[in-house]
């Protein structure tokens, strides 16, 4: 009632298990839970809610009469967003509410750019019939081979977007030039050969992408120098950057050669020169598909789970005498 007169639309649920329902059929701009609830607790709700990929950014608020810091812990490592004790006031509960939903607005605007940039990327393969899938079955293999080798969540999120959008930079590229060199690598002209450098500035407005364009930039660097933009050579190629390099070169190679056996030939080459590590050359021929070039599964399935909550950096104002001031980090 409370919300209702507030002006918000509000749908009810009678235990954990039927909002989960409720929230999967109709994602809401904010989710408030009891803690104490028939079925599956408010808890375990928002644990769950936090742990897929479709609900993760939807706030929490949770509603409890228990008062101890340790109840109060325990929401907020489920992934609580908020928290208010019963009995409620009302007017905190409207202002809660409504900043958690103006947040939830942000995020969705800023949902919507990136997925823009997703899908010009996949309308740029469907327009040229010899890529179509690229990049999904480049993320099939590049995530099948993470994990093998276990990579950090963290990395695998990266290495999943950014293997998505590593073809981004040939947007506007000559579809002559593009038709060609996405089935042959060995001629790139000097226009293909800037498409990772375009890529990485057409993701440079967005902030949280920092790590994925400097993967998009580099997808085509390799571990003996021979590659571009910028001829890394050994370390400078670090694990997820080489894992992403070799998909992206494996799918390649699996579209101008049709065989699979030629293509793990090619690659075993390849690694002896020095041009790829050979262990991890072994690992993505252990992991990919038989048929690499058939029919491809939601990509949203295939990236890893998010986790409930990360470490941040937090600023502090206070007039309390006595607070320890930290030593401030020394520049890079």
């Known amino acids: 009632e409370i919300l209702l007169d507030a ?10 298990v039927e909002a989960l329902e409720e929230v999967e059929r109709q994602p809401p701009d904010c989710i408030v839970l009891d803690v104490m609830m028939p079925r599956m607790d408010g808890v375990e709700a928002c644990r769950q809610l936090k742990t897929r990929r479709s609900t993760r950014f939807i706030p929490v ?6 008062t101890s810091v340790e109840d109060k812990v325990r929401a907020f490592d489920a992934g609580a967003d908020d928290f208010l004790n019963k009995p409620v006031d009302a007017r905190e509960l409207v202002r809660r509410v409504r900043s958690m939903a103006r947040i939830k607005g942000v995020r969705d605007a800023l949902d919507t750019s990136e997925n823009v940039v997703f899908a010009l990327a996949g309308a740029l393969e469907g327009s040229d019939e010899a890529s179509a899938g ?5 993320m099939e293999l590049a995530l099948l ?15 999943g977007k950014a293997s998505l ?6 947007i506007g590229m000559e579809p002559g030039i593009l038709a060609t060199h996405n089935v042959d690598e060995t001629a790139e002209s ?5 498409h990772p450098e375009r890529g990485e500035q057409i993701l440079a407005p967005f902030l949280s992408f920092a790590r994925i364009r400097s993967l998009v930039r580099h997808h085509h660097e390799r571990r003996d120098g021979s590659g571009f933009p910028s001829g890394l050579r050994g370390d400078q190629v670090d694990e997820t950057l080489e894992i992403l390099a070799l998909a992206n070169h494996a799918d390649a190679l699996a579209i101008r050669l049709g065989d699979p056996e030629a293509v793990a030939e090619q690659l075993r080459c390849e690694a ?29 399935q295939l990236m890893p789970q998010p986790v409930l909550r990360t470490p941040g950096e937090v ?3 206070t007039d309390t005498v006595g607070v320890a001031r930290p030593a401030r980090p020394a520049p890079g």
């Open 7 to 16: 002006g918000f639309q509000v749908r009810t649920a009678v235990d954990g």
């Open 61 to 66: 608020v949770m509603l409890t009469a228990l």
């Open 134 to 138: 690229h990049s999904q079955r480049v």
């Open 145 to 159: 081979t993470g994990r093998k080798v276990g990579l950090e969540e963290s990395e695998l999120e990266a290495l």
């Open 165 to 170: 959008l590593h073809d981004v930079g040939k």
């Open 190 to 194: 000097p226009e293909y050969r800037q």
């Open 272 to 300: 002896a020169e020095g041009v790829f590590t050979p262990a991890l050359v072994d690992v993505l021929l252990e992991v990919r598909r038989p048929n690499p070039v058939g029919s491809m599964t939601d990509w949203s």
């Open 315 to 317: 600023v502090l104002a």
